[in-house]
């Protein structure tokens, strides 16, 4: 560790409180990163382990305490008393992007992890596999899914709808 540097961790096994400084180390899921500032948001610690807010919750660890989530957009003060750890989590509920705009964020849905089908995934926008396609980007470009293929679901999937051609919307 750089001199001035302090690990959130030592200190919380120690029962000090944590000083200021020009950097932190902390723990998430077991690896130590080092973060230069006090009050990151949850959306910038999970992107140290490479995970997204729209499938993991960040969890704190405290000494004494109960666990507490920290949403994407909330700043943790890294020199709470007790904070020792964080530990990341796979949502229940997580968010999904259907015919994404990259100006609108009402394109982002809620759905439970999981195996969905593709009813209820086009439900979400109104639609039916009746009148529509549902299409997934992957790797690629878009690929459809058959109706009757069940999706999984882990958070973040990206999904495009198309009307059906010679059929009404």
Same mark, same amino acid.
Do not use: W
């Given at each position: 560790?750089?001199?001035?540097?302090? +690990?959130? @961790?030592?200190? $919380?096994?120690?029962?000090?409180?944590?000083? /200021?400084?020009?950097?932190?180390?902390?723990?998430? &899921?077991?690896?130590?990163?080092?973060?230069?500032?006090?009050? /990151? =948001?949850?959306?910038?610690?999970?992107?140290?382990?490479?995970?997204?807010?729209?499938?993991?919750?960040?969890? $704190?660890? @405290?000494?004494?305490?109960? !666990?507490?989530?920290?949403?994407?957009?909330?700043?943790? &003060?890294?020199?709470?008393?007790?904070?020792?750890?964080?530990?990341? $989590?796979?949502?229940?509920?997580?968010?999904? @992007?259907? !015919?994404? +705009?990259? !100006? +609108? %964020?009402?394109?982002?849905?809620?759905?439970?992890?999981?195996?969905? =089908?593709?009813?209820?995934?086009?439900?979400?926008?109104?639609? =039916?596999?009746?009148?529509?396609?549902?299409?997934?980007?992957? &790797?690629?470009?878009?690929?459809?899914? /058959? %109706? !009757?293929? %069940?999706?999984?679901?882990?958070?973040?999937?990206? @999904?495009?709808?198309? $009307?059906?051609?010679?059929?009404?919307?």
């Amino acid at each position: 560790m750089e001199h001035g540097e302090i +690990d959130v @961790f030592e200190c $919380a096994q120690r029962g000090e409180e944590v000083p /200021p400084a020009p950097a932190y180390h902390v723990r998430i &899921d077991g690896e130590v990163f080092k973060i230069e500032t006090q009050r /990151p =948001t949850g959306e910038l610690l999970l992107a140290k382990v490479h995970k997204r807010p729209c499938a993991f919750e960040l969890i $704190a660890e @405290f000494v004494h305490h109960e !666990n507490e989530v920290i949403e994407a957009e909330e700043e943790i &003060d890294l020199r709470k008393h007790g904070l020792k750890a964080f530990i990341t $989590a796979h949502k229940e509920i997580v968010t999904i @992007f259907i !015919n994404p +705009d990259p !100006n +609108d %964020p009402g394109t982002r849905y809620k759905i439970e992890r999981g195996k969905r =089908t593709v009813a209820e995934i086009l439900e979400k926008v109104g639609q =039916t596999p009746e009148g529509y396609i549902l299409l997934e980007e992957k &790797d690629g470009p878009p690929m459809p899914i /058959p %109706p !009757n293929v %069940p999706v999984h679901i882990h958070g973040c999937e990206v @999904f495009h709808t198309q $009307a059906q051609s010679g059929g009404s919307s």
